[in-house]
């Protein structure tokens, strides 16, 4: 039998300073491509980033 070599496949993610807790965090994005999700790891805080047109190349932001 032959072993398959399959690397996971990288999430792409934005990073986040979660003002309100002083920790953080990563926001991943959907399945359709079109938005960034997640939670703040303490409070669980949710936040959302649209993906469009005219947006920014950064990766890392601070948030609620």
């Known amino acids: 039998m032959e072993e398959e ?6 999430r792409q993610f934005l990073g986040v300073w979660f003002e309100c807790c002083h920790v953080y965090g990563r926001l991943y994005k959907n399945k359709a491509g079109t938005m960034y999700y997640g939670r703040c790891p303490k409070c669980l805080r949710s936040v959302r980033a649209r993906v469009g047109e005219g947006g920014t190349s950064r990766r ?3 948030g609620a």
Request: glycine share 0%; proline share 11%.
């Open 5 to 10: 070599n399959k690397e996971p496949q990288k």
């Open 60 to 62: 890392f932001f601070r």
